[in-house]
Structure formats: C-alpha cells, structure tokens
C-alpha cells in the first residue's frame, strides 16, 4: 500500500512557475512508473508526465519543454516543474504510483488545484 500526498498547487499569472511535490509513505525505489495526471473542468484525466523507476521520462505533447518530472528515492519523493504556464493547465493535478508488485495497482493522491490566470 502507498498514500501519497501532493503539495505545491496554487494560483499563478500566466507565463509563471509553480513545482508541484508529491511525498509516498514509503519507499518509491522500487515503484515501476510515478507520474503526475491532470483534470481540467469538464475534461477526461490525462497525463501530464511520467518517470520510471530507471529515469526515463514521458511528457503529453502539451506540456514538453515547458515541464519537469523528477524522482528523488532517497526522500520518497516525486516533483512536476512547470514554467511558462498558460491558462490551458489549470486543473487538479494528481500524483499517481504504478505497482506492479505484488500485484498490479494504481494509487492516487488527492490532487492540488493549479490555476492559470490570463
């Protein structure tokens, strides 16, 4: 079992940065995929980004160049560094934990709202 629990949200001007933390209660070392997903008013959840447990990164065509995924397993911790943010990213962000041992699972936090002012 994880818990995970996300931080960093808030409202931003256009063209602004924000960093999005999200904390697992255990180790996230052997985690397969951590990633963070997004659900904007009215609009399916989708990925923002992912990375695996060896380091290789996924972005959404929407947000590359312009965010950041990062592991440190030494904190149990995983980032989402987002510059040059446009009105279009406000949602809740979601961290997520893909386990695929000992059986597949998918855990989630509980989100933090990210507004995008024009």
């Known amino acids: 079992h994880v818990q995970l629990v996300e931080s960093g949200g808030g409202l931003v001007q256009a063209g602004g940065s924000l960093r999005l933390s999200c904390i697992a209660s255990?180790?996230?070392?052997?985690?397969?995929?951590m990633g963070w997903y997004r659900r904007a008013p009215g609009k399916q959840r989708e990925l923002v980004a992912a990375i695996g447990s060896g380091g290789i990164t996924n972005y959404a065509d929407s947000v590359k160049g312009r965010f950041t995924i990062s592991r440190d397993n030494d904190k149990n911790t995983v980032y989402l560094q987002m510059n040059s943010l446009k009105p279009d990213d406000t949602a809740v962000y979601y961290c997520?934990?893909?386990?695929?041992?000992?059986?597949?699972?998918?855990?989630w936090g509980q989100g933090t709202q990210v507004t995008v002012s024009s």
């Open positions: 255990r180790s996230i070392f052997s985690i397969n995929r």
């Open positions: 997520n934990a893909y386990v695929t041992s000992p059986s597949v699972y998918d855990y």
